[in-house]
């Protein structure tokens, strides 16, 4: 048995780990958190010193037993968890539930996983450090204080299900705020002149008037104007400049670029980074700190001079501008400069390609620029034209990393012939086009995080958990807004003939943006309306600062709980006693035919259009919204016509054809068939013709392609991609195969590929007790019986497990559903209170 224990979070990381030490150390893994608080309960002592309840989940508890055995029989226990605030909590955590002595304990800490961080690392250990566990304390006590305490306010006051959360409330606050800027904007109408001109070498350069023209007759007179002009250049200017390489990533900028460059959503970016960092080939990915070490730009240093030359080389230390920088470690960099790129899967090689360009390029030298600016007269009017222009006169950093923009209107200087002053032009054409001004951008989750980062909201270690949360609720969405089509008037003058046309363009089209749904903005402004100190952009930022202070060890983390809880409780107690319920309701007029009111409001379901209410004799009329339709934009008109749905068609094999609107879209209906209808395509105007055309259709992708082992095989595309279905199991058809043209020996191979998964899936199967165990995904296990399923940790040995002690693990987690209680009629409930109280008399 090994005389040192080394605990760190991942199995991935134990591995790397392993390799740099000798016999004399175990490595292994808590597999992240082994204890937290609660889940069915608040887990806090608010009545006293808000002492947390922490308990080893039942995933845990199989770790935290082997744990103890291996530290048992150890001389020393390090205890090397990420050198972080969380991480110190795990190693907190470990020591507590290890039973761990001081004597025999040490906690290391490293923010790159190679053979001299570790060794350094081992010769510098220190112990736990208190100020940073309580500082996690705070945030996770905090959190669960907000969350525990809010989000059954919202189940009563607005709709079941629901959720709030100190930083993901905030984040959905501010995506509502830019929808509703969106929505209330109004487009103001300009035209911009651009032109043409040439040398009298042929030589051909854009320029432009830096001023729009207000109105439409203003630019047609200047366009006139134009007619017979001749242009010369009237003043040219020539000026030196440099770019400045950005500095090496932090976890947020790291999220920015590779949403930018490498189109990764923000929890695969941190996943990604994640395993690099685990596998030992870039330093630590949750970092505020744009600080390189010594080594580090001694090495960025020498591969410069050995890649690019000496000219290119140049040492550069960067002053972080983020207030109270969670534990100043170095920024996200390569581990060794020397490799170019690394063998990974293709995902994990661009990341890392995109995180050594821009460490090595932060040392390098400054790109030498020549900009010109010329400025173009007319002899027939007083405005000038201006063309600007940029040469590269040396690439330095350039010739390895330019950072990207989120600024979508950013325009890009070109290059310039050689010009001299007064000397003539010719004009090409010169147009006015009619330009609007445009509303706020939607946030893209790159932005949002750089906008929370601004506003101090949130540590490099929440953004991405934030934002999968927010759209996990359903609060927000990966919008795919198709934008609407808009006429504009352009202006053409050639050869001294001026001509005007019509054109369009498709405005408000955003993909992949961050909309918030219905529900997301009721829950938002009942928030708001509530408890607006909580969703205080300037509030949340403060609590950060908190943070940052009891990390420091210059603040007491329960006395910050304290000072918080006083006026939040009685505050959340008065709002869930006397707020009226909410849900988003707008009433849009009457209905003709009751006279009953026809309201639009968030449902079970979703949001709805309702006639009548709940409180009348007779039940309301409900029909659900379309999914691009608004609750806050929807008019009476489109309301009462969702109530013409379902609409019957007529009818087809002795079922009835229908078209009606669902959660996912408007879609046909015959029998228990449903097709959805195209894009775009009004469920309204939809006639029996044009339904068959879609049944058809239908009928035609579901009809059998093939016969194998006597069973039908079809074929479709699902969400997932293209798939074949065969004795009802779903069968995916990866990119190796035609979908289109697949052959029977392709579907046959298909399909004894799956057998053959399924078959090494299956690690027990009791057949006559209807019961079986398998594999699942990220090396857990299945029990499954009927339609019950259980779950089973990584550490769980399946293969050894007993039909006896399966049969427990299903009995233990099969809750025993209570029947459930009748409905009592109001005739009912009036006589059982009627015999009540004569009992009581």
Do not use: C
Request: aromatic letters at 8%.
């Amino acid at each position: 048995m090994a005389k040192n224990l080394v605990i760190v979070e991942s199995p991935a990381k134990a591995k790397t780990i392993e390799k740099f030490l000798g016999s004399d150390y175990k490595v292994a893994s808590s597999f992240g958190h082994i204890a937290d608080l609660p889940t069915k309960e608040i887990g806090v002592d608010t009545e006293g010193d808000f002492t947390p309840k922490y308990i080893v989940s039942k995933d845990k508890k199989d770790v935290v037993k082997k744990l103890k055995s291996l530290a048992k029989s150890a001389e020393m226990v390090w205890l090397a968890s990420d050198e972080d605030r969380e991480g110190e909590a795990i190693a907190w955590h470990l020591a507590e539930e290890l039973k761990l002595e001081d004597d025999k304990t040490k906690r290391i800490v490293f923010h790159e996983i190679t053979k001299t961080a570790i060794l350094k690392a081992i010769d510098n250990p220190r112990s736990i450090d208190y100020n940073l566990v309580n500082a996690q304390q705070a945030r996770r006590v905090l959190d669960r204080l907000v969350g525990y305490e809010l989000s059954p306010v919202l189940w009563r006051k607005v709709k079941g299900g629901l959720s709030a959360g100190r930083v993901q409330s905030v984040a959905v606050r501010l995506i509502v705020e830019r929808e509703r800027e969106i929505q209330d904007f109004s487009a103001q109408a300009s035209y911009k002149i651009d032109a043409e001109f040439s040398t009298e070498d042929g030589k051909s350069f854009k320029a432009k008037i830096p001023k729009n023209f207000d109105t439409k007759e203003e630019a047609e007179k200047f366009l006139k104007e134009n007619i017979g002009a001749n242009f010369k250049v009237a003043d040219l200017t020539t000026k030196p400049a440099k770019k400045n390489p950005a500095p090496p990533f932090t976890t947020s900028t790291l999220q920015q670029e590779a949403a930018r460059k490498l189109y990764f959503s923000v929890s695969k970016t941190m996943t990604m980074a994640q395993r690099l960092y685990e596998a030992g080939h870039i330093t630590y990915m949750r970092t505020d700190s744009v600080n390189l070490s010594e080594d580090a730009r001694k090495g960025a240093k020498e591969e410069i001079l050995k890649a690019y030359g000496d000219k290119y080389a140049k040492a550069r230390q960067f002053k972080g501008k983020s207030k109270g920088a969670q534990e100043a470690h170095e920024a996200i960099r390569p581990t060794n400069f020397a490799k170019h790129s690394i063998s990974a899967d293709r995902d994990q090689q661009r990341l890392y390609e995109l995180i050594w360009k821009r460490a090595i390029a932060s040392q390098m030298s400054d790109a030498q620029l020549e900009r010109t600016n010329v400025k173009i007269e007319a002899d027939k009017h007083d405005n000038h034209f201006t063309a600007n222009g940029e040469v590269l006169k040396f690439d330095g950093f350039l010739k390895v990393y330019l950072e990207g923009s989120d600024d979508e209107d950013e325009e890009q200087n070109g290059m310039l012939p050689a010009l001299k002053v007064s000397q003539p032009l010719n004009n090409e054409y010169i147009t006015a086009t009619e330009r609007f001004t445009r509303p706020p951008y939607r946030y893209t989750e790159a932005s949002l995080v750089k906008k929370l980062e601004e506003l101090g909201i949130g540590r490099p270690s929440t953004y991405a958990p934030t934002i999968s949360t927010i759209q996990s609720r359903n609060y927000v969405e990966k919008g795919s807004v198709d934008g609407t089509e808009r006429e504009y008037v352009q202006f053409k003058l050639k050869n001294d003939s001026l001509k005007e046309k019509t054109l369009t363009e498709t405005v408000g089209s955003d993909k992949g943006k961050m909309v918030p749904t219905a529900t997301g903005m009721v829950v938002n402004d009942f928030l708001v309306n509530h408890f607006s100190n909580i969703l205080d952009y300037n509030f949340t930022a403060r609590v950060e600062e908190s943070f940052d202070n009891i990390a420091e060890g210059n603040k007491e983390w329960t006395a910050m709980m304290k000072e918080f809880y006083k006026d939040f409780h009685p505050h959340v107690q008065d709002v869930a006693k006397n707020a009226d319920r909410e849900v988003g309701e707008r009433i849009l007029g009457e209905d003709p035919e009751s006279g009953k009111p026809v309201s639009v409001r968030l449902g079970k379901f979703g949001p709805m259009v309702q006639i009548g209410s709940v409180e009348d004799d007779e039940k309301p009329k409900f029909a659900s919204l379309s999914p691009d339709q608004n609750m806050e934009t929807l008019t009476y008109e489109e309301a009462m016509d969702l109530f013409q749905l379902p609409k019957k068609l007529g009818e087809y094999k002795g079922e009835d054809v229908e078209v009606n609107n669902g959660r996912y879209g408007p879609y046909v209906r015959f029998g228990k068939t449903f097709v959805s209808l195209e894009k775009g395509e009004d469920p309204l105007n939809v006639e029996f013709d044009r339904a068959m055309e879609l049944i058809k259709e239908k009928e035609k992708a579901d009809a059998p392609i093939y016969e194998y082992k006597e069973m039908p095989v079809q074929k479709g595309v699902g969400r997932f991609g293209p798939y074949l279905k065969w004795n009802s199991m779903f069968i995916n058809v990866n990119k190796k195969y035609d979908f289109d043209n697949l052959s029977d020996n392709d579907i046959e191979e298909l399909i004894e590929d799956k057998l053959r998964k399924e078959r090494e899936k299956l690690i027990h199967h009791w057949e006559e007790e209807g019961i079986r165990v398998e594999k699942a995904r990220w090396g857990r296990f299945n029990v499954i019986k009927g339609k019950t399923k259980v779950e089973l940790p990584k550490t769980t040995k399946a293969e050894e497990l007993t039909l006896d002690e399966v049969k427990e693990i299903i009995e233990k987690n099969t809750k025993k559903k209570k029947p459930a209680a009748k409905k009592k009629t109001a005739a009912k409930k009036k006589t059982t209170t009627k015999k009540k109280t004569t009992k009581k008399k």
